[in-house]
């Protein structure tokens, strides 16, 4: 955590989101706010100058053209978005071979939502974890077979390479840049200036995978979910479910991975997880009551469901989401 200025560029080509520039530059910008200096030096560079059209028409100027070999290089380079369509626009193509010339020159390379087809036509995804918005992680896998593409996160580290999924996910990746650079405290300084309701971890699913999953749920699930919620705070073995909706113990299962990519033990502790956010926003029982409520056993093990399925634990949620919370 030094107090070395670092030189961070935002590399902009014409259509990107403007949230995917905004997001990051405002953290980074209250972030030399909170430490009262510059850390961070800020610049938009682009393969058109001096200014660049947005997505719905917002124009960034400012725009500084991409410089030529031996010029001094940046110590954070940021593609902010990037086009998903093949062939790519001219100006995606150019800031791809400028990055295949110089990237080994720049110490941290971080796309944010579409930025990692820009990332992988330079070859920076090849052999390692990287992630993009939800639409087009499907793309990026099939454009992109040497990287490996997930979704369980809203953004991804490795090594000198960081991906983020869609829009707001730059913000949270701004943030973890942040607190390795200077620390918990200073991040967190920052996302309360910026008014957060919460401040995601990596790990974090996107939402958006949620709600594509609810739009194609079946009918059957109904009938699944209205037992188990009616019997949420009792001890639910598999054979207890399938006895109580009218099916086999191997048909629930079968069932349950074949319609929901899921076990019947996770869609139980998802839904004690949804409860158990619903009474943390509307109710002001103590944790260990709603431990009780909803099956959990103890709190270490309702602590662990909502850490590894949110990223943030009970106690931070309901103090971001209950009705009347700051």
Known sequence: MGRRVKRVWFLVCPGTGVLNIAGPWEVLGHANDVL????????????????????HGLVVAGVRSLPRAGARLPDIAIVAGGSPRTPLPDGESRLVRWLRRHHRRIPTVISICTGAFVLGEAGLLDGRRATTHWLYLAELRARFPAAHVVDQGIFVRDGEVWTSAGLTAGIDLALALVEEDHGHRVAMAVAKRMVLFLRRSGNQAQFSSALKRQETEPPKLRDVSTFVLEHVDEALPVDRIAAGVGMSPRTLSRWCRE??????????????????????????????????RTGFGDASTMWRAFTQSLGVTPAAYRQRFAAGAP
């Open 259 to 292: 319609h929901l990519h899921e076990s019947p033990a996770e869609l139980v502790r998802r839904l004690r997880v949804d409860e158990a956010r619903r009474l943390l926003e509307e109710t002001p029982l103590p944790l260990k009551d709603i431990t009780a």
């Open 36 to 55: 009262g200096r510059a850390a961070y030096e800020l610049e938009v560079v682009g393969p058109r100058a001096p200014a660049v059209e947005t997505r």
